[in-house]
């Protein structure tokens, strides 16, 4: 093959292999907000409480009672 070829058969590639993705890219749009949310933040007070059960699970789990159950 001479190189006029592979370079032919090399673009050709390039442009099957992106046309796709420019025109999903071209295609998306964001839509317009009217109302915004008023639990706005909310994530941060659930993030907050997933991590004082974790650290309250870690408290739990490493409790030294060390005294036996049965006497």
């Known amino acids: 093959m001479s190189f006029a070829k592979i370079s032919m058969v090399a673009a ?3 442009s099957m292999a992106s046309a ?4 999903q ?7 317009t907000v ?3 949310s008023e639990l706005a933040g909310g994530s941060l ?12 699970g870690i408290i739990i789990a490493t409790d030294s009672d060390d005294e036996p159950a049965s006497p």
């Open 12 to 14: 050709a590639a390039l």
């Open 34 to 36: 009217e109302d915004r």
């Open 45 to 56: 007070i659930l993030a907050l409480l997933a991590a004082a059960a974790v650290v309250g």
């Open 20 to 23: 796709p993705v420019l025109a």
């Open 25 to 31: 890219a071209s295609a998306r749009t964001g839509a």
